[in-house]
């Protein structure tokens, strides 16, 4: 993936007012309000002995801030068969910017199933949104999850409209040929998408490009540059120097050579069945991580559990996703797994060290010499179940300090049978690293190219 810096280079929009990027906003976690709430009503009850007095019209309190600029506002619509990667890691970046970023369903129901079988909820229906005015636009890609975007009636309205109205639009994957082609969304425009959907745009404008920008049209290729696309279209909301600033703070790689994994005290991963992998959630889990583990691992042809370990199997993640568990860790206890993954975020790690079932799993994983791991702030969950003394590993920088075992500086660590990773960007690696332990290089390989993950030819 090249660099940041040589990305932004690339920028052909127009240079907009910049917004100072609020650092507590990285990792702060956002919990939207549901469209359905009302606004509680507000009374006031006078004893009899108070004296009477003037009535004045209501007014709504409004805070002024001497030259603040309105917040942006950005709307990306999922349907049956949406790209998670790409949906999920839109809404995290853009959340993370400072965007008010609305999820909105096309379908009747606000739950919607994803291209590998993640279950996610919007925040709306998008009958609510269309008479909205969006900054910006982003469509997702995914199969079949793109057609049905495109059959949005709705939709097509309002994207028709941003363009006329030369507002910011944009899409990755299959929708930029799939959905904005049919609309007729992409006449002039140099285009890009993912290398399956490129022969059915149009031939002279089509550009094979992780980003390409076209006036106020952005395009990219697939999953594994959705992190660019995401930061691409920060740049032009916020500037570039936010756009940079949360790159930084995503764990972005900025050296192609930079080493992605390590590994010591290597054995062998091999199964004679499919593998299963459990994934433990929790409210303030991080979606990115995730969503990322359950895409790629499903496409690996790996038997993927996702399990909450909160009294509901619909958790709100730290950058408030709503997504829904499988079942719950105590039905999930039932059954044995070959690899047990906690993902990270700071909230979600300490409510999975909460829990008494998954405690008992991960010891019992760990005694039994079978696989387990963990990314970003969920090693110290691993520690203090003295689960990782001795042992090689990696985690997101902020709990470094906070950790005994040896730190590895590398963006994936592996030691015998245990996992780790920083997190957040470094999470593809992460997942391609377990499939490649499982199934072998060729596979990992093959995944990474459906990706658009650039991955070592040996």
Not at 192 to 198: N, W
Not at 310 to 339: F, H
Not at 415 to 431: E, N, Q, R, W
Request: charged letters at 20%.
């Amino acid at each position: 993936m090249e660099s940041l810096l040589s990305s932004f280079q690339k920028f052909t929009s127009v240079q907009r007012n910049r917004v100072v990027f609020p650092k507590a906003l990285i990792s702060s976690s956002y919990a939207p309000v549901s469209t359905q709430q009302q606004n509680p009503s507000t009374s006031t009850s006078s004893s009899s002995n108070s004296k009477p007095k003037r009535t004045a019209k209501t007014v709504k309190p409004v805070t002024v801030t001497p030259n603040a600029e309105p917040k942006k506002k950005v709307l990306i619509p999922i349907g049956y068969g949406t790209e998670e990667m790409e949906a999920v890691i839109m809404v995290n970046v853009l959340r993370r910017a400072g965007a008010e970023v609305i999820i909105a369903s096309v379908e009747s129901e606000l739950e919607i199933e994803a291209s590998a079988g993640t279950r996610l909820v919007a925040d709306t229906s998008i009958s609510t949104c269309s008479n909205q005015i969006f900054d910006l636009i982003a469509l997702p890609g995914g199969m079949p999850g793109s057609a049905r975007l495109r059959d949005c009636e709705i939709l097509r309205k309002m994207t028709s409209k941003q363009a006329e109205e030369k507002r910011f639009y944009g899409a990755i994957c299959a929708a930029p040929a799939v959905t904005l082609n049919p609309w007729g969304l992409l006449k002039r425009k140099q285009t890009t998408g993912h290398p399956a959907f490129m022969h059915e745009l149009p031939t002279f404008w089509a550009v094979k490009s992780n980003i390409q920008i076209s006036g106020e049209l952005t395009t990219s290729r697939g999953p594994g540059t959705t992190f660019e696309f995401a930061l691409s279209l920060v740049a032009q909301l916020f500037g570039e120097s936010v756009a940079a600033e949360i790159g930084t703070a995503l764990l972005m790689r900025t050296d192609a050579n930079q080493l992605r994994g390590e590994e010591f005290n290597k054995v062998e991963w091999s199964v004679d069945h499919i593998p299963r992998v459990l994934i433990p959630i929790a409210n303030g889990s991080e979606e990115i991580e995730v969503v990322t583990l359950i895409d790629v691992l499903r496409r690996a042809n790996v038997e993927v559990i996702v399990a909450s370990v909160e009294k509901s199997v619909q958790i709100v993640a730290s950058q408030g996703t709503n997504i829904v568990a499988d079942k719950s860790i105590r039905e999930a206890s039932e059954s044995i797994y070959d690899l047990i993954v906690l993902p990270g975020g700071a909230a979600g790690a300490d409510r999975l060290q909460k829990s008494k079932v998954l405690k008992k799993m991960l010891k019992e994983q760990k005694s039994a010499g079978r696989i387990f791991g963990a990314i970003c702030s969920s090693p110290l969950v691993l520690q203090k179940q003295g689960l990782i003394e001795e042992k090689r590993v990696t985690a997101h920088p902020s709990i470094i300090n906070q950790l005994t075992s040896q730190v590895n500086g590398t963006g994936v660590t592996i030691d015998g049978t245990l996992i780790t990773s920083k997190g957040l960007a470094t999470v593809a690696d992460f997942a391609l690293a377990i499939v490649k332990k499982f199934h072998g290089h060729a596979r990992a390989r093959s995944v990474a190219e459906g990706l658009v993950i650039e991955y070592p030819r040996s």
